[in-house]
């Protein structure tokens, strides 16, 4: 089992870059592919972006390609999700999730087996 806890989040404006953080405790943090989902108020979770059990592949939702980047450390045990040129569509409480299941990065939220408790983003227009 492993437990995720996000960090990170906060209230910027338009325009503004953030990078959220996602330790994740146990040894086996290598054994888990790696996603990030958001939930803003009054819609569903949606996928944002995954990251492979290895590293070397990554997965986004098309509205944030070419803005956002995951990454992973393995060292630190802790995904990242670099966010640039952030606007208010952005707003969302960001969860991130782990895979023990797959390898590849996944988009669906059913892949994953274990959620954090998620960080509040808000992006002033």
């Known amino acids: 089992q492993v437990q995720l806890v996000e960090s990170g989040g906060g209230l910027v404006q338009a325009g503004d870059s953030l990078r959220l953080s996602c330790a994740a405790s146990?040894?086996?943090?290598?054994?888990?592919?790696m996603g990030w989902f958001r939930q803003a108020p009054g819609k569903e979770r949606e996928f944002v972006a995954a990251i492979s059990l290895s590293g070397g592949s990554t997965y986004y939702t098309d509205s944030v390609k070419g803005r956002f980047t995951i990454s992973r450390d393995g060292a630190k045990n802790t995904v990242y999700l670099q966010m640039n040129s952030l606007n208010a569509e952005d707003t969302a409480v960001y969860f991130c999730?782990?895979?023990?299941?797959?390898?590849?990065?996944?988009?669906?939220?059913?892949?994953?087996?274990?959620w954090g408790q998620g960080t509040q983003v808000t992006v002033s227009s």
């Open positions: 146990g040894r086996t943090f290598r054994s888990y592919a």
């Open positions: 999730a782990a895979s023990r299941r797959y390898s590849d990065p996944r988009g669906e939220d059913y892949a994953y087996n274990y």
